[in-house]
Structures are given as C-alpha cells and as structure tokens.
C-alpha cells in the first residue's frame, strides 16, 4: 500500500473518530430563536426564555438580544437582566442574573416544546424518578418533581439529558389546551432578591442500551416503530397502488347531482353563481344553475402539511434524497430544508415529478367518487379545478392584505384600518386579482382571513404606543367624547393624571373602569365598521357576484357580540372553525342570531386516531370511529336550519416529523384522508360516502342523522338559570372561617352531578353562600373533599388541581356572550390559600380571603370579603350580578380530574351567557 494511499486512510478515520465524537456531544447555538440544540438521534429542539415567573405564576417574557456566538442578554421589565454564556465545548449553559427585582417576581423559568411523536415509544425521566413513557393519549396533564436533571431517551435507549441546578422539573401534555405539543419546563425559585444569583443548564448525550438505529421514520416516512396492515414495505407497492386506486374508487356509485354537487332534485333561481337563499324555513346554498347546495369541502387540498424541517436532523430518517436529484419536486417550494416524503412516494409511484395539474386532477376525481363536492381554504387551484368544474374557496388576505400595515398583537391577517394608503393598496389587490375572476362560476366565495382574534382589539390597542394608526385613532375618539383631559381622567381613574390627550400616545392604558369598559367597545365597533366596511365596499367595486365567507372565527371570538354583529352586517356568510366532538346548537344559534341571521359554514375541524403513528387533535380510537365522528358531525351540522356546509381539514395527513413551517416541533396530526404514501384512510371513506350519499335527505328531514353512541358527541342540555339571593348584614363580617355571623340562609348546593369535566364523585360536593354589605361582596364556600387542598401547581394554574372559582360581573338588559372588561373571575388556590383574579393587570387591592380545613380531613371552608370600588359596582338592594361558582377536584395536586358548577358548564371562564345570577336583598 502507498504511503499517500495509507495516509488517505488514515486521514478518514480520523474524521470519522471525530465525526463519532461530536454525534455523542449536543451542539448549541445561539440564535435570535433562542437557544438551538441538536443532537443524534433526538429531534433538534429550541431552549425557549427565561422567562420570569411572577407573584401570580404568570410569565413575564424579556427582550433577548445576541452579543456574541457564545453570549446573549435578556433585559426584563422592572431592570432585571440575564447573561447567557455558552461553552460550547462542554455543551453547558450558564445563566447570570443581574438585579432580581425585590417584589412582583418569584422566579426563572426555561421551556422547551417537543413533538408528539414521542408518543411513539420514547420515554422521560423527571430528577431521580423512574423513566416513564411519553403518553400516546392525553392522560395526565402534568408530570413534575424536585429534582436536578430531566431526559428524553428515544426506543433504543439514546438520548439527551438536562442537568440544572436544584429546581422544578415539569413534563407537561400541552394537548390539554388543544396544542399538540409536550413541554418541558424547568423552574428556579427562592432566588437572591434584589442580588446577583445565577444557575446552569448542562446538556449531556446518553447512549444507546441498544444496537437499533435512531432513525425514525422509514424510507416512505412512515413510523418504524409501528406495526399496521396497510404498511407499504416497497417502491413495487406503492406502483400497483395505481390499479388498486382505480378499482376503489370505482367501487362506489355515482351520487346523483348536479355539475357542481347540488341536488338535482331542488330547483331554486339560477345565477350563474354561487348565492344563499332561504327555502322550506332554512337558509340553503344555491349552485350556479339553480340547484340546493349543501357545501362538502375539504380544506388544504394540496401539499403543504405533509413537508417537514430536515435540516440538522437528517439521522432520523432512514432516506433523505440529495437535493439535485430526481426527487428535487418533493422539497416543498425547492428548499432544500423542507422535504415531503408524501410527494416522493408520489414520485415514485407515478415515475414522473411531482406536478400540481396531475395532482390535483387526481385529487379531485378522488374526492368525488366519495361524495365531496368542493374545495374549502387552502387549496392549490390549478386548470383542473375547470376540467372537472369542482367548486372552491379563496383565501382573501393571501394576495389582498399582505403589504397592509399590521396591528402588533392581533393575527398577521389583520390590517390596520386606519393606516395610509389602506383604500389605494386593497384597490390595487383587488383590481389585480379579483376583477379577473368576477365571472367564474367556480369560485364559491372569499374568506377574508383565518382566525383573527378581533376580540382583543379592546386590550391591545391601548398598549400600544403613537406610532401606530390605531391608537392614533383611539386618542382621537376620546379627545372628541371627553372635550377635557380632566373628563377623560374623571372617567378612565388612571393611577396618576394626565396632562393633556397627547400624552396618552406613548402609554400603554389599562382599561379599569366603567366607562372604560364602554369607551373601548365603542372603539372596537368602530375599528370592525372601518375594517369590513372598507374591505366589503371596495370589494363590490371589482366583484358583484361572489359570496364573501366571513373570517373562519375561533368560537372564543365568536363569544364577542360585536365581531358578531358588525361582521355580520357585511358578510353573506360566517364562518366558524368550530373543533368539537358534539355540536352546541345553543352556541351556533347564537351566532346566526347575533350576525344578523346570516347562514353559517363550519370552515375546519377533523377527528384523528393514532393507528398509523400520527397524534393530535380531537382523538378517538380508530379509523372507524373517525368515520362515525365524521358521520355524526356533518349530518347533525345539515339538520340546524342555518348551516349551509362544512370544510373538513384536509385532504393529506401532516408529515410524522412535523409541518415543516413550524420547524422542530410542528403539528403531526392524523388530518388527512390520505396518508403518506397516498393510500385512503378507507374506513373513514367509507362512512363519508354514506353521509354524502343522504346528506339532502337528512338537510331536508327526511332522514335522521347518524348518531355516535359516545358521551363526548352528546351535547349537555341543561337548566341555566339559577339565582341566589344574597343578604345584607349589618356589620362587616368577621373572616374565620365559621358561619356564626351570616345571615341564617341555607347554603346553596352543588352537587357531584353538576359534572362539567371527568367523572362523577359521590363524595365531591359543596355548597356556598353570600352576602353583602356597603363595602363588600362576602363570599362562603364549602368543599367537601375525601383529598383536600391537593394542588401543586402554582397560583396562575389554580385551576389545574383543587380550587374555587368564581365568576362575578353586572347583569345587562342585553344577551352578554363573551366576557367583558368588567368580568371577574376569582380563583382561589387551595392549599396556597391565595387567590388569583383575571383578567390580570389590576393594581388595586382585590380584598382578603381565609381557608379553614375541616376538623375530620374530609374538606375545606373558604371565606372571603371582596371589596366592591374593586367590582367598580355600587350596591343597592335589589341589584342583579351575573354570577357563578365551579369547584375543581385533584387527587394528587398535579392535574385536574373533575370540575362541577352551580349554574354553567365548561365554557364558564370564556362565555358569562352559562353563568347564573345573585339579588342583593334585605
């Protein structure tokens, strides 16, 4: 052998020693995301803060800026600050503290998001305790302990782990706030106040206990871990999928309708465009020619969810293709980070590249052999969508609103209404994009946007400061209401007085008043009415014939009477994004009633099951019970006199890594009724096929609609209208504990039937009372408890273990949906023996609670005095407050498993119209 040959040799060994060497240690970077680290065999993943944790257990996030590649700096409200310095080498992270304030902050706090498909086998170990596996389902929401070190081993027993100082280390399953995410959070408490105090993250690999690889997904991005009969094994496989495809699809008969997928039996006035109607005492959809349209869509029909971030953790996959290479169209947008293993199996499948017009004519023959008969948002609409005349939907702020200036706070979809040059730019968009399409009968309507949280507009635009249009005009509107500054400080009782209306510019106001509360929801109607206002009237400038569909709303902002309302007098349609396993007629009631009666489409929602690797989302068990939630879902949706369709999220599952837009941690839910390798969820398709089939029989009465025998699909119908009265006393009364000097009143109960969340416990009741005075509102609750006080969480998650709540807020002559500025909502946590009120931000003094444990173990008395200049209400004998009590139930103080209620239900901290009442009387 040659010397040169030998040295070659040697050289590659060498870097493959090497190579070996840095796979064992974490890489961190430090990047304007935050902290980045990556290692073999685990998903690449972001340290996330710190953030402060304050007095309520709140986060209070920091300004982070880097200094260097191995330092950074996060500047805290209140002076604190934090110095990160990384030593890379020993992969270790050193966090100094600078001036921890003495009041209002309670401590540090580090997150970091993992994905669901842990769920697939790989484990976590908490301090010292013993490795548990990650939960496929949701079933405890919290995991913590004491402890200095956390893990996350995969199946073969590789891994990282955390080692910190002393603190809390938490595992926590975000689906129970419907995120499909885990977190992990490590807090630091009992820091120096007021001192310099510091504390370290050390990140360490940990080592196979096994020789399986660490790769987890397979060459056709399917789950290695697991096991299922329509697994592809080979490229020859997915090839005869192509006959396969074509004898399934044929297998089902055609459904007899129209050119767009009317009913042909149902003939109303033609227009050559979509249109809403009434017919037989129920707003309808009407197709181009004439027909009854009841809309079957599906939305995000195209390749989008089903990408996945790969750079920097190509070692879990057992394939990657090179860039430039047959396989090139499978990287989503030609991204060399972004790759979609549905596409290369598409590839490999049909032998050609993946292209949108073959595609997408694929789809939509596919779609309507089963009975869908349109496209909802997101689809990728290419020439075929003529050839085949199938109907769809357009994203509106997708080309129209992008250059807009935004409202920091609100959704990027949201533009400001009284920016410059808003009527020229939206002009310019629709003159461009819209006009064009004025005469294509194809297009069902516009969404304006996608979940735009406009019920916030009352809290954010106030915080902002005069470099923003908005706020400019909201100054401008209580310049014109309050004439003086002196009336505007009388009105709003700001902790120190203005001097003029131009100093409110730059401050960030707290709405806390009364008239407050009144002077931003008149703002908000006035931001809606300029918002749709403007969009509506210059949208009918450029195209007089398409539906505009509303905002795909998230049901907390339909809770707001004013979207509602203002909305409704512009839209022809509202849409809801309404994610639930059974519908609340009293809820989609509301909303059509409230918008004007205008007809509703439920714009998104699916049910997944995790048979082939994918979780989140509403879950049940198996791809038949997607398809008997699918059925139950959409026929009893057609029998409400007001819902003229509904859009089904979507045509392809998203990738089992991930949706490539979030990066390391994106959803990976089974959404599809496609999965990776283009095969039909068949079951599923199956029962869509029998409710497309019926779909006009059951809208029309004719037939009953499928019903899941499953308690979560039965809408609880019960009695909302409770009142207490409450009894003035003549001295205020003595916080111990005892009842001895409140009026002699029985307790009002609640019993361990009121159940809003878990199972029934015979021995988990309460009762409560009140009374009242001409400085307080008293309050008396008592719990009975066979596992009392049982709460460790901290204070801002009360709620999460054993706790009080109650709801309290002035009555009105008007329907009240959502919650107001002047609701409150106490929480008293149990074993802190403290309480929290929402919504936060309130400086004054509350009043003052006790908690009295009862002399057999079996519960707890809960006393409290609520002053009312804090309620901002004057009593008087004979005034009505909105009022509710729930009480929450934990065994072991680290999750919740049972809520009951006087009046409500679970939607009690969102909507007051659930909350019952108190009388003040003597």
Known sequence: MSTLRLFTILLLLLF???????????????TQDGIQVELDGVETFNIEGPYIIDNAGGRIEGNFSIQNSKSALIQYPGGAEVEISLDAARAELHYQINEFPEVNYNGFR??????????????????????????????????????????????????????????????????????????????????????????????????????????????????????????????DELKSDIEADRQYYESYPELNRSVYGGDDAVRLEATGFFRVDEWQGRKVMVDPKGNLFFQLGVCGIQSHDD?????????????????????????????PSNFSFYRANWIRKNEKEFNYLDWSREAIKRLRKIGFNSAGAWAEITDAYAEEEFPYSVMLNSFAFGELAKVPGLKATVFDPFAENVEAN????????????????????????????????????????????????????????????????????????????DSLLDVKLMPTTESAYRDMSAYLRHFLEAYFGTVTRLFREYDPNHLLLGDRLMPSTCSNRDVLEVSGKYMDVISVNYYTFGLDPNFLSRVHRLTGGRPLILSEWFFSASTQGAIGGREVDSQEERGMAYRHYVENAATLPYVVGQQWFTYLDQSLTGRFFQKLNGEAANTGLINVVDRPYKTLMQYAYQTHRDIYKVMMGEKAPYQFDDPRF???????????????????????????????????????????????????FADFRVAWDEKYFYFFVHVNDTTPRQNAQPLHRSWDADCVEFFIGPASDEE???????????????????????????????????????????????????????????????????????????????????????????????????????????
Not at 434 to 452: K, R
């Open 16 to 30: 493959r020693i090497q190579t070996l060497a840095a796979a064992d240690q974490p890489y961190i970077e430090i």
């Open 110 to 235: 580090i997150a970091v998001l993992l994905p669901l498909f842990y769920g697939n086998g790989w484990s976590f170990v908490l301090g010292d305790d013993a490795p548990r596996l990650f939960p496929k389902k949701l079933e405890q929401a919290r995991y913590q302990t004491m402890g200095e070190s956390f893990s996350i081993l995969s199946p073969n027993g590789s891994g990282v782990q955390f080692e910190t100082t002393k603190g809390l280390q938490v595992l926590q399953d975000n689906r129970q706030y419907g995120w499909s995410r885990y977190q992990y959070t490590y807090e630091l408490r009992q820091l120096k106040k007021g001192h310099e105090d510091e504390f370290t993250i050390e990140l360490a690999s940990v080592r196979a206990t096994s020789d399986s690889d660490v790769a987890i997904l397979d060459a056709f991005g399917q789950l290695k871990a697991l096991d299922y009969s329509d697994k592809v094994q080979s490229v």
């Open 307 to 335: 990408a996945t971030f790969v750079t920097g953790r190509e070692e879990i996959y057992d394939w990657l293709p090179s860039f430039n290479s047959e396989y090139k169209s499978a990287f989503f947008r030609q991204n």
């Open 426 to 501: 939206l002009r310019d968009a629709f003159r461009r994009y819209v006009a064009p399409e004025a005469e294509n009968p194809l297009i069902i309507g516009y969404f304006l946007g996608n979940e735009a949280n406009y019920q916030d507009i009352p809290r954010i635009v106030p915080a902002l400061n005069g470099s923003h249009p908005a706020k400019v005009e909201m100054v401008k509107l209580l310049r014109e209401k309050y004439a003086t500054i002196d009336a505007f400080n009388k009105a709003w009782e700001p902790e120190n007085d203005f001097q003029d209306f």
């Open 714 to 764: 039965i809408y609880d119908q019960r009695d909302r209208s409770k009142m207490v009265a409450a009894p003035h006393v003549p001295g205020k009364v003595q916080l111990d504990g005892l009842i001895n000097d409140w009026p002699g009143v029985p307790g009002e109960p609640i019993s361990s039937s009121r159940i809003t969340y878990g199972v029934e416990d015979p021995e988990f």
């Open 816 to 922: 009240v949906i959502a919650r107001r500025l002047s609701d409150r909502q106490f929480m008293i946590h149990s074993n802190l023996a403290e309480a929290i009120v929402l919504p936060e931000g309130e400086t004054r003094e509350w009043g003052e609670l006790v908690l009295v444990d009862d002399v057999n173990g079996k519960g707890y008395s809960i006393e409290m005095a609520v002053r009312w200049d804090y309620l901002n209400l004057r009593p008087e004998e004979g005034l009505e407050l909105m009022f509710d009590v729930a009480v929450d139930d934990s065994t072991a103080g680290h999750r919740r498993v049972r809520q009951i209620i006087w009046n409500g239900d679970a939607r009690a901290s969102s909507d007051p119209s659930t909350w019952g009442r108190v009388k003040l009387v003597r």
